[in-house]
């Protein structure tokens, strides 16, 4: 009697093992709430850039994770509030797009770990200790934007060899931005240019800094990327070649839109590689010991296109150089 009383339990044993998994208690499925500061249409490559990273290491939408896109469209003061709604949903990481959107982030939480996709001077605003030790709950990428403009002017002046005076557009409304300036202009001294400042607080503002940096001989121009001029990063290509402004950019993707040259790391490297910040934090890791990481490999993408269209000749020693030409 015992025997079989035995076997009947081994048996009920084996049988549970084989159950289907759904039978079993279900995995925890993952969410991630991504805050962007720009719009849908500006960022969709990008965001694709980083389903493919996730996908790359065993995460698919609806299966073990989902994702909840959260888009300022480009009007900063909705960031906090989009923010907040993210953190009512408790979410297990917030992953930004710039510093703003971390910053804003921080502000409704200090537990809910924060991943920044392409932050500026993550450091100079506080929004983490030290590269090497975040410190708090807030880690990620950078896009050294602010480090790379001497080497933007630099590009420029191989460009239009007798350039005396750039005009920087900029986002005045972005906090972070000013920084920006303030490093692109140290930077114009050395170099000898003299640096003249287009600011703009929104799309209404454009013509009017075109306008400008026309009726004040502007030799060339300089676009600093944020929220505002991403989501028009086409309307300022359009005024630039109206101007006939060779322009600088820090994005291919104004390039690729009609824009003259970029120089910068690649954006949709930037997003597929934050992939791997999620991945280690949803494993376990804490932000607070993942080194915030410094892009390593820069694109110098040209148009000749936009080249011929405002009578420019691009030398041929930087054409060699170029990652990426477009005819």
């Excluded at 996908?55 to 900063?76: F, W």
């Excluded at 929004?127 to 933007?152: C, D, F, M, Q, Y």
């Amino acid at each position: 009697m015992k025997k079989k009383i035995t076997l009947l339990t081994l048996c009920a044993m084996l049988f549970a093992l084989c159950l289907p998994a759904s039978a079993q208690q279900a995995p925890k499925m993952a969410r991630i709430g991504f805050l962007i500061a720009g719009s849908p249409s500006s960022f969709s490559n990008n965001i694709e850039a980083f389903r493919q990273g996730l996908r790359e290491l065993g995460y698919v939408e609806g299966k073990n994770i989902t994702i909840e896109y959260r888009y300022a469209e480009g009007k900063l003061d909705l960031l906090p509030g989009l923010a907040a709604e993210l953190v009512r949903l408790k979410v297990d990481i917030i992953v930004t797009q710039s510093t703003l959107d971390a910053y804003a982030a921080r502000q409704s939480t200090s537990t809910i770990p924060i991943v920044m996709t392409a932050s500026g001077d993550a450091v100079g605003t506080g929004l983490v200790a030290s590269l090497a030790r975040p410190g708090g709950n807030i880690t990620g990428l950078t896009s050294l934007s602010r480090e790379l403009s001497g080497k933007r002017l630099e590009l420029l002046k191989e460009v239009v060899p007798r350039l005396s005076r750039v005009a920087v557009l900029w986002n005045a409304a972005n906090p972070d931005k000013a920084r920006d300036v303030e490093e692109t202009q140290a930077q114009a001294r050395t170099l000898g240019l003299e640096l003249q400042s287009l600011e703009i607080r929104g799309p209404n503002d454009f013509d009017g800094a075109f306008q400008t940096a026309t009726r004040k001989r502007a030799g060339a121009l300089l676009t600093l990327a944020d929220s505002l001029t991403i989501t028009h990063q086409s309307r300022i290509v359009d005024l630039a070649a109206k101007s006939r402004l060779p322009a600088m950019h820090e994005q291919r993707e104004f390039v690729e839109a009609g824009g003259l040259i970029a120089y910068g790391p690649s954006l949709l490297g930037l997003f597929r590689h934050v992939a791997t910040y999620v991945d280690k934090i949803l494993r376990g890791a804490k932000p607070a010991d993942l080194p915030v990481e410094q892009p390593t490999q820069f694109e110098l993408v040209i148009n000749l296109k936009t080249a011929k269209n405002i009578g420019l000749t691009i030398p041929p020693e930087l054409l060699v150089r170029a990652t990426k030409v477009i005819k």
